[in-house]
């Protein structure tokens, strides 16, 4: 094998960075946009559990993924789960379609039906049990890809305790949303020192970070949704920190358009996915159109402009899950309005 010289090497290194956006372009461009639920339900026949949205499907999503999946009648996520169920170290929300049950998080219980979502709180234990008749299918959402391009993915899962990390090291270890849990040192003795004091801070900030997602909203019920009239169109904030949920990467929205009517055109540098969770419509990206019915699922490129059509008799809900909070924490966030809805 004919090596390169440290010259070559580290100048092609270096023109991977300069070259990589124009790339990363290219591949928007060439992403899949449209997952059509007739497709999606034929392989839910096989498996309970289709991932759809996913960069190790060859999506280019870098920062989410959504996932399809049904919980059987009178039986619970993860089948055998009976005490702690899972926890991991990335944020996730689950919107039900159909079906009825409780989710056990962090020892609470939240009961849900359709059109209820669930924020699940970062490295807090969850269990998800079916308690109708009828099989539950519902969506999830995680930052997981976000989470492993970090280096940070910790998925704990009680069936697998040979793949725990933290949870092994005790009662306490298991009861932290703090991966490896959180600590606090005296600054007293360094009387004066401006510096030991914000060095306490940081040691103290994941203390403080557990307390608020302890405090954050963990279930939405659809009739508590409050939608009002925005650029984009008829707009509700679903997860989102202004409204008492405590994320930080992952939010969510829910949009409806009347019949014949039209959302406001954008663009921006997060990655969104959307659940057609009633109605149909077609959504215009760049210069592609595509047409979707109720229970499909789009991924739109980034900083690609898009616009949605309700082209059918009932009104069109869309539920568009988002990355905009992360990338508001890397200081990314970009957003561009153009037209504005037609209805608002
Ligand atoms: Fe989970
Ligand atoms: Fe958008």
Redesign the pocket.
């Known amino acids: 094998m004919e090596l390169k010289s440290t010259k070559e090497l580290h100048s092609e290194l270096m023109m991977h960075s300069v070259r990589f956006a124009k790339d990363e372009q290219g591949r928007r461009k060439g992403q899949d946009v449209l997952f059509k639920w007739p497709e999606i339900e034929k392989k839910l026949g096989e498996h309970k559990h289709i991932y759809v949205v996913d960069a190790r499907l060859g999506s280019n999503n870098h920062t989410h993924r959504l996932w399809y999946d049904v919980i059987p009648p009178h039986t619970e996520e993860g089948q055998d789960w009976r005490t702690l169920g899972?926890r991991?170290t990335v944020e996730?929300i689950i919107y039900f379609l159909k079906g009825h049950g409780h989710s056990i998080i962090d020892g609470e219980r939240y009961d849900w039906g359709p059109g209820d979502l669930l924020s699940?709180p970062m490295f807090s234990w969850?269990r998800h049990i079916n308690d109708g008749d009828e099989p539950v299918l519902r969506i999830a959402s995680t930052t997981g890809p976000l989470s492993l391009a970090l280096g940070q993915a910790v998925y704990e899962d009680e069936r697998y305790p040979e793949f725990w990390i933290y949870a092994q090291e005790g009662e306490d270890a298991r009861k932290t949303l703090i991966p490896g849990g959180g600590g606090k040192i005296d600054n007293g003795k360094i009387a004066g020192s401006r510096t030991a004091e914000m060095y306490a801070e940081q040691v103290a900030f994941a203390m403080h970070e557990e307390q608020l997602r302890r405090k954050s909203k963990v279930l939405v019920k659809q009739k508590d949704l409050v939608f009002e009239p925005t650029a984009m169109g008829n707009l509700a904030y679903v997860v989102d920190p202004r409204i008492g949920c405590h994320s930080k990467a992952l939010g969510v929205v829910m949009a409806e358009i009347p019949p014949g009517k039209r959302s406001g055109a954008h663009r921006h540098l997060y990655d969104e996915i959307d659940l057609i969770v009633s109605g149909k419509g077609k959504v215009i990206v760049e210069d592609k159109e595509f047409n979707f019915d109720t229970l499909d699922v789009l991924s739109i490129p980034v900083f690609q402009w898009h616009q949605y059509f309700n082209t059918g008799s009932e009104p069109l809900r869309i539920l568009g899950i988002n990355t905009r909070l992360a990338m508001d924490n890397l200081g990314l966030s970009l957003t561009h309005q153009g037209e504005q809805a037609d209805y608002v």
């Open positions: 899972h991991h996730a699940v969850h």
